[in-house]
């Protein structure tokens, strides 16, 4: 194996990590404030797995732009992590980095007010945590353009199965509404 083919598989096993830890948190997330979920929002365990979740990310997504920053093949660079649509790629490939790109953008904003929520106002936090939820979208579209692991029946299964759990759940959240925080 070549140095550059580990820096791809070791890419894809984090991005397919922080895909799945991602998932996770949001929907753990959910279970502690909607009201269609009402019976789990006191649950320890639930609480404890958004919170693990919430931040065993972060090493992960880090990992996957790394390796994917020293990655011959990849050719990317500093600059396409930082600014979307930039990558030297088909439109489809600048599409899929792009709306990587924006995905980790947002995600990290919601991660740094999720640290700093003691010190802000309660609407302010709420409204940047949403953002959590077209974070998602866009990593998921993130990784169906651009993985190359989202044609396997079984990544395909799991990545889509999850987002559609979430897709349901938040369509819930709308109707039935959330608990008081």
């Known amino acids: 194996m070549t140095l550059d083919s580990y820096f791809w598989v070791l890419a894809r096993v984090a991005g397919l990590s922080c895909f799945a830890a991602l998932s996770i948190s949001i929907l753990t997330g959910m279970a502690l404030r909607s009201a269609i979920l009402d019976w789990l929002a006191n649950n320890r365990a639930i609480r404890a797995t ?10 992960l997504g880090l990992l ?10 990849a050719r990317l660079t500093p600059l396409d992590v930082v600014v979307p649509f930039q990558a030297a790629y088909s ?9 990587g790109t924006i995905s980790l953008d947002l995600i990290m904003l919601v991660a740094i ?5 003691r010190r802000m106002d309660v609407t302010l936090w709420q409204w940047i945590h949403r953002l959590s939820y077209p974070a998602y979208g866009l990593i998921f579209l993130h990784g ?17 199965g999850s987002a559609s759990v979430l897709a349901i759940l ?12």
Do not use: C, M, Y
């Not at 958004?50 to 090493?59: D, R």
């Not at 996957?64 to 093949?73: E, F, G, N, Y």
């Open 50 to 59: 958004h919170e693990f979740t919430s931040v065993l990310w972060i090493p």
């Open 170 to 181: 938040a369509l819930s959240r709308i109707l039935w509404g959330r608990l008081p925080a």
């Open 144 to 160: 169906v353009l651009g993985g190359t692991d989202f044609s396997q029946p079984l990544v395909s299964a799991l990545a889509w």
């Open 91 to 99: 439109w489809n490939g600048v599409l899929a980095i792009g709306l």
């Open 64 to 73: 996957h732009v790394l390796t994917l920053l020293l990655d011959q093949t």
């Open 113 to 117: 007010t999720g640290w700093l929520k």
